[in-house]
T-cell receptor
Framework: GAGVSQSPSNKVTEKGKDVELRCDPI?????LYWYRQSLGQGLEFLIY????????KSGLPSDRFSAERTGGSVSTLTIQRTQQEDSAVYLC??????????????FGPGTRLTVL | KQEVTQIPAALSVPEGENLVLNCSFT??????LQWFRQDPGKGLTSLLL?????REQTSGRLNASLDKSSGRSTLYIAASQPGDSATYLC??????????FGAGTQVVVTP
């Protein structure tokens, strides 16, 4: 079956512009995660959606970052007034998050964001 | 705050040797631990997931152990091949679902 897909694969933008990154999780997966991988910084958690619950936004680095998940499926990560330090690969993952069971997170290929 | 450390940061071995990758974490209250592989410019591929109640998991040439009380996991890759060259990441999951990643071990297997 189809895996997690992300678009665009690459995005180059100018400082100060807004960008939207999209994630299509595996069909039927109730949990969706956004991570950021910066050069020399490793992978860091950004935000987590589980079903209809309020998202866990504890990893968002500033109020310029927001995310939504419509209809429990597709998610959009929005970065407003981009800064050069926002340049990174943004990874999305989904899992079935079965209670008490294994919940392997499956990752998309990522969106490479470059802010000039 | 959970901290995940991977040692070594980089490893180069000749083909056929066994690989041993280490991961340590500071908070033993984990839900599970997952090992991933990342190829350059690609996303992450899940290799093994060990639940907190388990001691090890095996898949083909890969074996991962977990000692939750001491905060350690080890990934063994038997009879390494050039195709095993990649960055290997371990991640611990908390009860809320978030993964905390280590910085990774970059592996090069030379023919």
């Amino acid at each position: 079956g189809a895996g997690v897909s992300q678009s665009p694969s690459n995005k180059v933008t100018e400082k100060g512009k807004d960008v939207e990154l999209r994630c299509d999780p595996i069909s039927g997966h109730t949990a969706l995660y956004w991570y950021r991988q910066s050069l020399g910084q490793g992978l860091e958690f950004l935000i987590y959606f589980q079903g209809n619950s309020a998202p866990d936004k504890s990893g968002l680095p500033s109020d310029r970052f927001s995310a939504e998940r419509t209809g429990g499926s597709v998610s959009t990560l929005t970065i407003q007034r981009t800064q050069q330090e926002d340049s990174a690969v943004y990874l999305c993952a989904s899992s079935s998050a079965l209670a008490g069971g294994p919940d392997t997170q499956y990752f998309g290929p990522g969106t490479r964001l470059t802010v000039l | 705050k959970q901290e995940v450390t991977q040692i070594p940061a980089a490893l180069s071995v000749p083909e056929g040797e066994n690989l041993v990758l280490n991961c340590s974490f500071t908070d033993s209250a984990i839900y599970n631990l997952q090992w991933f592989r990342q190829d350059p410019g690609k996303g992450l591929t899940s290799l093994l997931l060990i639940q907190s109640s388990q001691r090890e998991q095996t898949s083909g040439r890969l074996n991962a152990s977990l000692d939750k009380s001491s905060g350690r996991s080890t990934l063994y890759i038997a009879a390494s091949q050039p195709g095993d060259s990649a960055t290997y990441l371990c991640a611990v999951r908390d009860s809320w679902g978030k993964l905390q990643f280590g910085a990774g071990t970059q592996v090069v297997v030379t023919p």
